[in-house]
């Protein structure tokens, strides 16, 4: 079982930055591929971005390349998403989530997930 809480989210004009992060329970991090995904109201959860346990895989959506960045620090059992130069349609609640070992991009394949922090981007 794997418990995961995120925290950093807030208010920010649009071109600032904001880092989210997601602490997570339990002492085999290294062996979970954590992934970012965000949901609007009214709107489907997307994939935002992934990496593999290890850090050597990581992969993002075509939306959010070259603005926000993934890493993850398996000592202090925690994965972050950097986000900068943010839009107003960046605006939503993002969630972590964990899947054992593979690293994915949909939201199916995932089995846990954080309860989210909300992001909102003023224009």
């Known amino acids: 079982q794997v418990q995961l809480v995120e925290s950093g989210g807030g208010l920010v004009q649009a071109g600032g930055s904001l880092r989210l992060s997601c602490a997570a329970s339990?002492?085999?991090?290294?062996?979970?591929?954590m992934g970012w995904f965000r949901q609007a109201p009214g709107k489907e959860r997307d994939f935002v971005g992934s990496?593999?346990?290890?850090?050597?895989?990581?992969y993002y959506a075509d939306s959010v390349k070259g603005r926000f960045t993934i890493s993850r620090d398996n000592a202090k059992n925690t994965v972050y998403l950097q986000m900068n130069s943010l839009k107003p349609e960046d605006t939503a609640t993002y969630y972590c989530a964990a899947r054992f070992l593979t690293v994915g991009v949909s939201p199916d394949w995932y089995d846990y997930w954080g309860q989210g922090t909300q992001v909102t981007v003023s224009s």
């Open positions: 339990g002492r085999t991090f290294s062996t979970y591929a």
């Open positions: 990496i593999s346990g290890s850090g050597e895989k990581i």
